[in-house]
């Protein structure tokens, strides 16, 4: 309060004097050293600021007073303060005030009733120091590491600079000592909402959260201090591969109540159960060799899916992507984004799954195979393939047909890789298109006509021919008469004496003259006879020789002139006996 001038002391009763008087007792005790004084800044100097604490003599805080850089530019004219007396300075007529000792003072306080009361008191942690951190409530404070959060802190340097509520675990006045818990706080908070939240709860509830964190099975939802499990299964009806597809930590979000445990403190929470389940009446909707349009969201190995409409979802196998025989992987084929045409293929709605082609929504390549040649018709192609029963080879862009082991030559092979090779071009003859089952047969022989139809036209039985030996079995040898051309001669034509096993008068390789003895021209069999061609041999060659003699000798000559050989010792025994 600034002094009363002379000319308003004149004008001043005794009545006036009295109360300026007891103004000033009172005021006296107000400001005794100790007391906690409110005043208002009416200086700021580089040295101290002066404050007006409403009495005849201003009061000073000394700026070194202030605890740091930030708090002295803080202090303003006009700013309310607080501090306590500690001495006045006579000589300059100002009372000696300090902030820092206020604010010590009712921090002491502060932390004594927060003890005492098991409530919180607000601190900053300003440093990092061996087995804690130092917190600022007015005195500074310890923080045990273990206390500092209810988890491990990995980042301490996080923590520094920032304000917190506490629990006061330990306090000594008389040494200024304090160990603060911001763990106990945090997790009686935690405690007081889950009571709170947990007793609102209901199934089936619609409640709002925030997503907390995402893992490969989920998403933790913040629902205001406790949180609940968004499972990945509860959150979309079709199909997703991760939680990050639908959500962000941070978002904000609306889920239901599926079910929960305040026991086990667990809370178990929906996102799909926000919309009507599309697969209540998918067959309804989609029906086996119906057409529809959808989305490609995603390709696999073993196929692609198509969202058909939001949660339902079909997959493309990859042996329904394309006609060729080929496995081709989804990614040559689609993208994911894309639109697509698809056919419905099955529907299983106890099982969610929809099974779906893109091949089907074209024509068969056979069919405009079939449009364009017919059996017998020449074609060029690029065998892509070799298998022990046969060759595949690409006529056209995707249409392969197969040229069996038996089509590919009228020789005997024992594997189509002796006479064909992968990548090597060739001709064939299309032999059957059958578009029902999905087959092309070719023919690479019959470019060389029907060799058993000119056999059979060029031989008759009776006809000595000369063959190979093939193959030896229990009732007889095959024989190869011409390539491709194969006969049988069985065991009672193989020679004059009986034979039971081949193998001991006749090998593989062997080559020989046989008769024919039998043709089947439907069932392409021929039966010969090494027996009846000898024979035959041997009377041609006696026919040679009796070519060879006297023209005038006969036959009967011959065999008349034997039997009087013969006859002439018997004549001869006779007359001996007599």
């Known amino acids: 309060m600034s002094e009363i001038t002379k000319k308003e002391e004149e004008n001043l009763s005794s009545k006036d004097y009295e109360s300026l008087l007891d103004q000033y007792q009172f005021n006296a005790k107000e400001i005794a050293p100790g007391k906690i004084i409110k005043g208002k800044v009416i200086k700021v100097t580089s040295t101290h600021a002066l404050v007006d604490i409403g009495f005849k003599s201003e009061g000073i805080i000394p700026m070194e007073d202030f605890i740091s850089i930030k708090d002295k530019n803080e202090i303003h004219p006009g700013d309310n303060i607080e501090a306590i007396v500690e001495r006045s300075d006579l000589k300059e007529g100002y009372l000696v005030l300090s902030h820092k000792k206020a604010i010590a003072f009712k921090a002491l306080n502060s932390l004594e009733r927060a003890y005492n009361h098991h409530t919180w008191v607000m601190g900053k942690i300003i440093e990092k120091i061996k087995n804690g951190y130092t917190v600022n409530v007015g005195i ?141 009446n ?113 006529v056209e862009k995707g249409v392969e047909g197969l040229i069996h082991i038996s089509d590919i030559s009228w020789e005997k092979i024992k594997h189509p890789s002796e006479k064909l090779k992968v990548e090597e071009e060739v001709e064939a003859i299309i032999l059957n298109i059958d578009v029902k089952k999905q087959k092309l047969s070719l023919g690479i022989k019959q470019l060389e006509g029907d060799i058993w139809e000119d056999f059979f036209n060029r031989q008759k039985i009776g006809d000595l021919v000369k063959t190979k030996i093939v193959r030896l079995t229990d009732f007889g040898v095959f024989v190869e008469i011409t390539p491709g051309i194969e006969g049988v001669v069985f065991l009672s034509e193989l020679d004059e004496q009986k034979i039971e096993k081949p193998e001991e008068a006749f090998s593989q390789g062997e080559e020989r003259i046989a008769k024919i003895i039998k043709m089947n021209p439907k069932e392409k069999k021929i039966s010969l006879s090494f027996k009846q061609a000898r024979l035959e041999l041997q009377k041609l060659e006696y026919q040679k020789y009796l070519e060879s003699q006297d023209d005038k000798l006969t036959l009967g000559d011959v065999f008349k002139d034997h039997f009087k050989q013969i006859q002439s010792p018997k004549k001869n025994k006779k007359e001996e006996k007599r």
């Open 140 to 280: 500074n404070t310890f923080l045990p590491d273990s206390h500092a959060d209810v988890r491990t802190v990995r980042e301490p340097e996080n923590l520094i600079g920032n304000r917190y509520k506490f629990k006061v675990i330990k306090f000594d006045r008389k040494s200024e000592n304090a160990v603060l818990s911001r763990k106990l706080f945090l997790q009686d908070e935690r405690e007081k909402r889950r009571v709170r939240i947990f007793s609102q709860l209901s199934q089936g509830q619609k409640i709002k959260g925030q997503v907390k964190s995402l893992t490969n099975f989920g998403a933790f939802i913040d629902l205001g201090g406790v949180e609940g499990l968004l499972h990945v299964s509860d959150m979309s009806w079709g199909k997703i591969n991760h939680p990050s597809e639908i959500f962000k930590v941070g978002e904000k979000v609306e889920v239901v109540v599926l079910d929960f445990n305040e026991k086990e403190e667990k809370i178990s929470l929906g996102y799909k159960q926000m919309i009507p389940n599309p697969w209540e």
């Open 282 to 394: 998918v067959e309804e909707k989609y029906k086996i060799g119906q057409k529809i349009t959808g989305k490609v969201v995603s390709l696999a190995d073993f196929g692609a899916f198509v969202e058909l409409e939001k949660g339902v979802e079909g997959l493309i196998h990859v042996s329904d992507l394309t006609w060729t025989r080929k496995v081709v992987h989804p990614k040559k084929i689609l993208t994911p984004g894309e639109e697509v045409t698809v056919s419905i293929l099955n529907v299983n709605p106890s099982t969610k799954r929809i099974s779906l082609g893109l091949k089907q929504v074209m024509p068969h390549p056979l069919e405009l195979l079939k449009q364009k040649y017919s059996p017998g018709a020449r074609v060029k192609g690029t065998i892509t393939s070799i298998t022990d029963f046969g060759a595949f080879m690409e």
